[in-house]
């Protein structure tokens, strides 16, 4: 009887548990959190990729307007280490993590592909996978790109070349410099890159100083100081000097009302002194050592003329020393191997030595006066803030003694660009 019991209460044990669904529901739920999990952790994951790129372009972005940037300033051998510098900043550097970094100039593809002012980046990583992997059969690789044009004509009328002197532009004094619609460059990382002391001022349209600046208070711009920059390239770099053909003259002095002078070569430098008004016929003056020499009251006129001091002896090359009352009217050619150069010293010139352009107002130069071994000291300028003459300065040092007045309307002069406005995305 007991045993019968016993197996009815067990068949009706059985038959209870048959309605019961609180285990199956336990399990359903459990399973449904598996895939709500597991699509949350695959969106984790998705944004993470998104925040990813994001950064990512901004590291293209970055490299690109670096490296355009650099080819601007002249950096022709190291702008895809500027555009890969940029990236590392952001994380990416370049074979580093699964990371590449791209530069292209030109750009291979896009809007831009082919044009050499361009600078194309392209930086890719591989991703890991985790909760994706449940649903890609390949790890996904992030790509940004991103290219920077540089083709703004530069504004430069005062570039002084010299990467590590003190000082190495100068006023002093009441110096009143005016720089009417252009910019003052200055390549030199010392902290007193532009020296500015005693009252001496400088108004530009903006400066590009690679150092710093003593005196910043006594700079004004239309268009702002720019720091701590990239140094300007030379733009008359690849201008050679003519051959030496024998001389011509020799320790040359001109009369006082003599026929005009005629291109040539002239051995141990020209003096021209004492009142003396001379001409300059059309073409190439080549002085060989000595000096180019204009005091006393003398006028030296000339048009489609370039000076060129050099030295054909290993000597240093000529100097120019116009002071004194001197009245020099003189305009570059436009075209020909020294457009735009109405003096050209040789770049075998010793750094410290001094060039005197201290004629003051009466020291009209159309064109480029280009020292890039040694110094300019420079008063003159005959425009008075119309923005109508043209003259460039670029040497290795540039100290300004008296006020000086230049402008950079220099269309069809022959000058070539100093310098350039930054670069900027167009992709």
């Known amino acids: 009887m007991m045993t019968m019991k016993a197996d009815r209460r067990t068949r009706r044990n059985w038959r209870a548990l048959g309605p019961d669904r609180e285990g199956a529901t336990a399990i359903v739920v459990g399973l449904a959190l598996t895939g709500v999990i597991g699509f949350a952790g695959l969106g984790t994951e998705v944004g993470l990729w998104y925040y990813t790129h994001r950064n990512m372009q901004d590291a293209a972005d970055s490299g690109a307007l670096g490296a355009a940037t650099a080819l601007w300033a002249g950096n022709v051998n190291d702008f895809a280490g500027e555009a890969r510098a940029a990236a590392a900043r952001y994380g990416f550097a370049d074979g580093t993590g699964g990371v590449t970094v ?71 004094g ?37 150092g710093g600046i003593s005196g910043a208070s006594s700079l004004y711009t239309v268009h702002g100081v720019r720091t701590h920059s990239t140094p300007v390239a030379d733009p008359y770099q690849d201008v050679a000097v003519p051959p030496f053909s024998g001389c011509n003259h020799t320790n040359f002095s001109a009369p006082k009302n003599g026929p005009p002078l005629t291109p040539g070569v002239y051995c141990n430098g020209i003096s021209i002194n004492g009142g ?119 040497a290795d040092e540039i100290d300004f003694k008296g006020n000086a007045n230049i402008a950079l309307n220099c269309s069809g002069r022959g000058t070539k660009t100093i310098g350039g406005s930054p670069a900027k995305l167009v992709e």
């Open 102 to 172: 791209t530069v292209n100039n030109p750009p291979l593809s896009g809007n831009y592909a082919g044009n050499a002012n361009a600078v194309e980046v392209i930086i890719q990583q591989p991703q890991p996978r985790l909760f994706s992997a449940a649903f890609i059969g390949a790890a996904p690789t992030i790509t940004a790109r991103a290219v920077a044009l540089d083709n703004a004509p530069g504004k430069g009328c005062v570039l002084a070349l010299d990467t590590g002197a003190n000082a190495s532009t100068f006023g002093n």
């Open 174 to 210: 009441t110096t009143d410099v005016v720089l009417t619609g252009c910019q003052l460059a200055v390549n030199s990382n010392s902290s007193s890159a532009l020296t500015l002391v005693g009252g001496a001022e400088v108004h530009a349209d903006s400066a590009n100083i690679v």
């Open 276 to 394: 003396a008004n001379v001409q300059l016929s059309p073409g190439v003056y080549i002085v060989d050592r000595g000096s180019f020499f204009v005091a006393g009251n003398a006028t030296v006129t000339g048009s489609d003329v370039t000076v060129v001091l050099t030295s054909s002896t290993g000597a240093p090359p000529a100097t120019a020393d116009i002071h004194g009352g001197a009245t020099l009217n003189m305009t570059a050619p436009a075209t020909g191997p020294t457009a735009g150069l109405a003096f050209f010293q040789d770049r075998n010139g010793i750094p410290g030595t001094v060039n005197d352009f201290s004629g003051g107002t009466t020291q009209n130069i159309i064109g480029a006066l280009y020292f890039p071994k040694e110094t300019i000291t420079f008063a003159g300028g005959t425009d008075t803030g119309t923005g109508t003459g043209c003259t460039q300065l670029i």
